[in-house]
């Protein structure tokens, strides 16, 4: 079944605190991205990547990293959380064609983020 | 910046009503894709509908179609036979990924 599957799905931690969120596909797409949701403001891009060791910022990386070491692999880090990362996380790949950005957005299931 | 605009953050609709949501975007590209997704509950988000730019017939999938206007850069949903199902947030995006709009709350009532 083509999924792209996140861990975890839920999780509260504290400020400061290391954590990584991991996002893998099964559709061997080349791009993949990480969104947050939050609630009045949408999904904003955080990063992206069009493939294998190339990433780049979207609207609001400040506060994250990413890496893409495999093309099926690309996780969120947060290397020192703080409150206002409080959020729902979604993981998200696609194909990428020629001519403009057409290909559906496959997401994961989402992460809940809750930062002490 | 924020190039897609969703002005209404509740819509509701009774049940085998009908219902447009609204979206209108910003752009200087002449060929690019609009998408609706719909988030249930379940928080799994789901693409609803896609429409290509340049083709000047409006996208249908069932229940769902489009009203798309380029000139007035606008790309409304319209939810026809409306059902309990159909409750959820409901995103516009343009270009797939990179732009949403802030969303819609659907409501369906019996």
């Known amino acids: 079944e083509a999924q792209v599957t996140q861990n975890p799905r839920y999780l509260i931690t504290v400020t400061g605190k290391k954590l990584t969120v991991t996002c893998s596909q099964n559709?061997?797409?080349?791009?993949m991205s990480w969104y947050r949701q939050d609630p009045g403001l949408g999904l904003r891009q955080i990063y992206y990547?069009?493939?294998?060791?190339?990433?780049d910022k979207g609207d609001v990386p400040e506060g994250y990293k990413v890496s893409r070491k495999e093309k099926r692999n690309f996780p969120l880090i947060l290397e020192s959380p703080s409150p206002n990362q409080t959020s729902l996380y979604f993981c998200?790949?696609?194909?990428?064609?020629?001519?403009?950005?057409?290909?559906?957005?496959?997401f994961g299931e989402g992460s809940r983020l809750t930062v002490l | 910046a924020q190039t897609v605009t969703q002005s209404q953050p509740e819509m509701s609709v009774q049940e085998a009503e009908t219902v447009t949501l609204s979206c209108t975007y910003d752009?200087?590209?002449?060929?690019?894709?609009l998408f609706w997704y719909k988030q249930p509950p379940s928080r799994q988000m789901i693409l609803v509908i896609r429409?290509?730019?340049?083709?000047?017939q409006n996208a249908t999938e069932n229940r769902f179609s489009v009203n798309f206007q380029k000139a007035a850069k606008s790309f409304s949903l319209k939810i026809s036979d409306s059902q309990l199902g159909d409750a959820a947030m409901y995103f516009c995006?343009?270009?797939?990924?990179?732009?949403f709009g802030t969303g819609t709350r659907l409501q369906v009532f019996p």
């Open positions: 559709m061997n797409h080349e791009y």
């Open positions: 752009t200087s590209e002449s060929d690019y894709y």
């Open positions: 429409q290509e730019a340049y083709k000047q």
């Open positions: 998200a790949s696609r194909e990428i064609g020629g001519g403009p950005p057409f290909g559906e957005l496959f």
């Open positions: 995006a343009y270009r797939s990924a990179r732009d």
């Open positions: 990547s069009m493939n294998v060791e190339v990433t």
